[in-house]
C-alpha cells in the first residue's frame, strides 16, 4: 500500500524544499496523509475542471504544479473559487498537493522538461544560486526558425509564441524560464545569451530589455511563451516516476491556459 504521505517524501526527494522561494507554497493542501493511493492524476492548475477531471478518472491524489492558495485566503466555503475545489476534492476522497518552485529549479524538473522538448543541450542552471533555469545551445539556426520550433514543442495555446528581435538574428546559445520569467532578464543578460525563452513577459520590462540589448550587440533577443505550456512538459516525467511506485499516473488533457482565442 503507498500512502500520501509517501509520494509526498517521493516529492521532496525530488523537488527537494529548500529549493523553494520564500513567498511559496508547496506539499498537501487537501487531504489525509494516512490515505491509500492507487491512482494519481497530474496537471499545471489545480482548476475546478482538473479536480472534476482527477476524480472521474478514479484519482485518489491531484499533484499539480501551481498551489491552490498561493495568497491569502479567508474562507473556503464551497460557494468561493478555492473553497468549489476544496470541497469537490474533500467529497471525493481525492488529496491535493503540489511541487512549485521546488520543481521549477530541481534536476528533472520543470527547466529540464522545456530544455529537452525545445532540443536545447544544458550547460548549467541560469542562475547559479538558486539553480533556476537553464542554459545551453542548440544547432545554429535563426529566431524566427527558432521561434517556430518553440511553438512546435509546446502545447498549442490561442497566445501562440511571441518573439521579439531581427527575424535573421543568429540564435546558438539559449537561456529559459518555465513559467513567467521578466525578473530574470538581468540573468539571461549576465549569462551571454542569444535568445531568452520565459512566459508572462510585460511590456515594460521587455522593452526595456529589448532598448538596454540594443545599445549592445541586440542580445538577448526573446522569445515569450504561454505560462501553463510551458510549465506542463516536466509532468509526464514525474508520471513515470510514480508508476514505478506501482502506481497509475495520468497526466491532465485540459488547456488551463485562461486564454481561449484570438481576434
Request: glycine share 8%; hydrophobic share 50%.
Amino acid at each position: 500500500m503507498t500512502t500520501v504521505a509517501e509520494i509526498l517524501d517521493l516529492l521532496d526527494r525530488l523537488y527537494p524544499p529548500h529549493l523553494a522561494e520564500d513567498w511559496d507554497v508547496n506539499g498537501l493542501t487537501v487531504g489525509d496523509p494516512a490515505a491509500e493511493v492507487t491512482r494519481v492524476h497530474l496537471a499545471v492548475d489545480p482548476t475546478f475542471a482538473v479536480a472534476k477531471e482527477a476524480i472521474e478518472v478514479g484519482a485518489q491524489l491531484l499533484i499539480t504544479h501551481h498551489p491552490l492558495m498561493l495568497r491569502g485566503v479567508t474562507s473556503v466555503a464551497a460557494d468561493t473559487i478555492k473553497g468549489a475545489v476544496v470541497h469537490a476534492l474533500a467529497t471525493s476522497g481525492v488529496a491535493l498537493a503540489n511541487a512549485h518552485t521546488t520543481a521549477d529549479s530541481a534536476q528533472h524538473g520543470v527547466s529540464d522538461a522545456l530544455a529537452t522538448a525545445l532540443g536545447v543541450s544544458v550547460t548549467g542552471p541560469l542562475v547559479e544560486a538558486s539553480g533556476t533555469g537553464r542554459v545551453g545551445t542548440v544547432a545554429k539556426t535563426t529566431l524566427a526558425e527558432f521561434a517556430t520550433a518553440v511553438a512546435a514543442a509546446l502545447p498549442a495555446t490561442a497566445g501562440g509564441v511571441l518573439y521579439a528581435g531581427p527575424a535573421d538574428a543568429v540564435v546558438e546559445r539559449v537561456g529559459l524560464v518555465g513559467g513567467a520569467g521578466d525578473s530574470f532578464l538581468n540573468d539571461a543578460v549576465a549569462a551571454d545569451v542569444d535568445v531568452y525563452v520565459t512566459a508572462d513577459l510585460r511590456h515594460h520590462p521587455a522593452l526595456d530589455a529589448r532598448e538596454a540589448a540594443n545599445l549592445r550587440d541586440g542580445r538577448p533577443y526573446l522569445v515569450n511563451v504561454s505560462h501553463a505550456a510551458s510549465e506542463s512538459l516536466w509532468l509526464a516525467d514525474l508520471a513515470r516516476e510514480l508508476e514505478g511506485l506501482g502506481l497509475t499516473a495520468t497526466v491532465s488533457r485540459l488547456n488551463t491556459d485562461p486564454w481561449t482565442g484570438r481576434a
